[in-house]
Antibody, heavy 120, light 111 residues
Framework: QLQLQESGPGLVNPSETLSLICNVS??????????WAWVRQPPGRGLEWMGS???????YYNPYLLSRVTMSVDTSKNQFSLRLSSVTAADTAVYFC????????????WGQGTLVTVSS | QSALTQPPSASGSPGQSVTISCTGT?????????VSWYQQHPGKVPKLMIY???KRPSGVPDRFSGSKSGNTASLTVSGLQAEDEADYYC???????????FGGGTKLTVL
């Protein structure tokens, strides 16, 4: 049973960089057909795909976040990470990590999500 | 941004059927058969209900069905039950530069 678990600070100051890690257990992150995504959800609002990464290092970012998002993968630790720069209160959200099969695929597995609040 | 348009709310009585629409463009919903639907109860993780327009994952009741016509995808819930009350989100592949666009979500109320 694949499990994903997000970790990182729950509070980030405005203008700083938000950093999260998703640890994958119960399976390998290095499956050729698998892609690893970050999806966020502001309080009381809908879901937003932020970006996806393949174990090979290939990245795909939401065009609206392209200038602020960076994703990376560490196959030795079976984890991938998210960095979102220059955050504002609008970036306050629950951040989920997820797995999808193929670049076009649906989200099969999800982490529990972690709330990140941007505030001074 | 919500690239796909969903009605903010939908409702039905137990046993009835309700259909939720998801309208996009020829660049997403209309261009690919990679539309999926997710159910989310308050404070919970989204759950995949339909993928590739009309396929159901193992364990999802056959009361849930999906379809697509042109740029609009639809989720139909038949034989409504109280536990179906939740938020529902559609999502579509939109090409190699935009792997996933979601709808704004529809709150389904079972009256």
């Amino acid at each position: 049973q694949l499990q994903l678990q997000e970790s990182g600070p729950g509070l980030v100051n405005p203008s700083e960089t938000l950093s999260l890690i998703c640890n994958v257990s119960g399976g390998s992150i290095s499956i050729r057909t698998d892609y690893w995504a970050w999806v966020r959800q502001p309080p009381g609002r809908g879901l937003e795909w932020m970006g996806s990464i393949h174990y090979s290092g290939g990245t795909y970012y939401n065009p609206y976040l392209l200038s602020r998002v960076t994703m990376s993968v560490d196959t030795s630790k079976n984890q991938f990470s998210l960095r979102l720069s220059s955050v504002t209160a609008a970036d306050t959200a629950v951040y989920f990590c997820s797995r999808h099969t193929y670049s076009y695929g649906h989200y099969d597995d999800w982490g529990q999500g972690t709330l990140v609040t941007v505030s001074s | 941004q919500s690239a796909l348009t969903q009605p903010p709310s939908a409702s039905g009585s137990p046993g009835q059927s309700v259909t939720i629409s998801c309208t996009g463009t020829s660049s997403d919903v209309g261009g690919y058969n990679y539309v999926s639907w997710y159910q989310q109860h308050p404070g919970k993780v989204p759950k995949l209900m339909i993928y590739e327009v009309s396929k159901r994952p193992s364990g999802v009741p056959d009361r849930f069905s999906g379809s697509k016509s042109g740029n609009t995808a639809s989720l139909t819930v038949s034989g409504l039950q109280a536990e179906d009350e939740a938020d529902y989100y559609c999502r579509s592949y939109a090409g190699s530069n935009n792997l996933g666009v979601f709808g704004g979500g529809t709150k389904l109320t079972v009256l």
